[in-house]
Nanobody
Framework: VQLQASGGGLVQAGDSLRLSCAAS????????MGWFRQAPGKERTFVAA????????YYASSVKGRFTISRDNAKNTVYLQMNSLKPEDTAVYYC??????????????????WGQGTQVTVSS
């Protein structure tokens, strides 16, 4: 399973970005998917997760109402729409796949496969 995250960049506070995570070597519809982020010198933290069907999602409180996770299983791709970006959203963003069923995990160790990360920088 290979995950390729893309869509990061340098934006100003208040702007929007959409991250994509494309999979190869597997069918993403078998996995719950998550987005995590890691700022310099800090631990990797949960951002959002979506069920394998797309029918359920869960967000970290810091991004709820601003970020939206979605997926297109036909395209084998998961997205993270980020609106109203803040400087504190600056981090490397990672997508991850979880084989678990019936639960949306928020801890990195629960996920089985990881993408390489894409940098998001929000200037004030």
């Amino acid at each position: 399973v290979q995950l390729q995250a893309s869509g990061g960049g340098l934006v100003q506070a208040g702007d929007s970005l959409r991250l994509s995570c494309a999979a190869s070597g597997t069918t993403l519809s078998s996995y719950a998917m998550g987005w995590f982020r890691q700022a310099p010198g800090k631990e990797r933290t949960f951002v959002a997760a979506i069920s394998s069907s797309g029918g359920g999602s869960y967000y970290a409180s810091s991004v709820k109402g601003r970020f939206t996770i979605s997926r297109d299983n036909a395209k084998n791709t998961v997205y993270l729409q980020m609106n109203s970006l803040k400087p504190e959203d600056t981090a490397v963003y990672y997508c991850a796949a979880d084989r678990s069923r019936g639960i949306l995990n928020t801890t990195p160790r629960s996920y089985d496969y990881w993408g390489q990360g894409t940098q998001v920088t929000v200037s004030s």
